[in-house]
């Protein structure tokens, strides 16, 4: 997706907000308040170009028809020298929330690059082929893009598993690294099944598995 400008990571960031707080996304009047526009026209430009770059769905037949691409921003937040891990995700709640935390790793994030963390426990032996086992943490960095090929922890059937993903004008096709597992592969109809947490960056081997 493209950058987005200062007033649109502003406004963009606003909508994050009011959805956390609210459970609802704001309307376009309530947008033009707190930025003190003098008409909704500039509000609603601002929001086709920020839909334009992928980050918003707009519906404008509805008074609250703005949709969010990606969960908002994070409630629990990443600390300089730990890396928040995340239990049982379900589809519907953003990653972030509280309802998600489970514990936090004491290992710095700079070990695995910048931007935001965070952990998930690897359930299965679908990415053995990647040097992934059952019972690692990995350690993913959030965003809702990753390039074909690449690993990333997706949203599926609201359990968050690891894949690689590959994506064409026709499907969404998330692959295993291991051949005992079939390809899952969805179409563009039901491309909205399919939520992309964040790029795989590393795992922390347990124990059990050393």
């Known amino acids: 997706m493209?950058?987005?400008?200062?007033k649109q990571s502003e406004i963009y960031d606003f909508i994050g907000a009011w959805q956390m707080k609210n459970g609802y996304p704001p309307t376009q009047a309530e947008i033009c308040n707190h930025f003190k526009y003098g008409s909704l026209n500039a509000v609603r430009s601002h929001l086709a170009l920020i839909e334009k770059k992928g980050y918003i769905h707009l519906n404008f037949g509805k008074a609250r028809g703005i949709q969010l691409a990606s969960v908002p921003g994070p409630v629990v937040r990443q600390q300089e020298t730990s890396i928040p891990l995340l239990g049982n995700i379900a589809a519907g709640v953003p990653i972030w929330a509280e309802h998600n935390f489970e514990d936090r790793l004491p290992i710095p994030p700079s070990l695995f690059g910048d931007g935001e963390l965070f952990a998930l426990h690897v359930r299965g032996d679908s990415m053995t082929g990647a040097g992934i086992r059952n019972g690692d943490i990995a350690v993913i960095l959030r965003r809702n893009?990753?390039?074909?090929?690449?690993?990333?922890?997706?949203l599926v059937d609201q359990e968050a598993t690891l894949k690689r993903v590959y994506l064409s004008t026709e499907a969404l096709?998330?692959?295993?690294?291991?051949?005992?597992?079939?390809?899952?592969?969805?179409?563009?109809?039901?491309?909205d099944l399919v939520h992309i947490?964040?790029?795989?960056r590393g795992i922390i081997r347990t124990v059990n598995n050393r």
Do not use: Q
Not at 145 to 154: F, K, L, P, R
Not at 177 to 191: G, Q, S, T
Not at 197 to 200: A, M, S, V
């Open 173 to 191: 096709v998330l692959k295993s690294d291991n051949p005992a597992f079939e390809d899952l592969k969805y179409d563009m109809e039901k491309i």
């Open 2 to 6: 493209k950058n987005l400008t200062d």
């Open 145 to 154: 893009m990753v390039e074909n090929g690449e690993i990333a922890a997706v």
């Open 197 to 200: 947490l964040g790029h795989y």
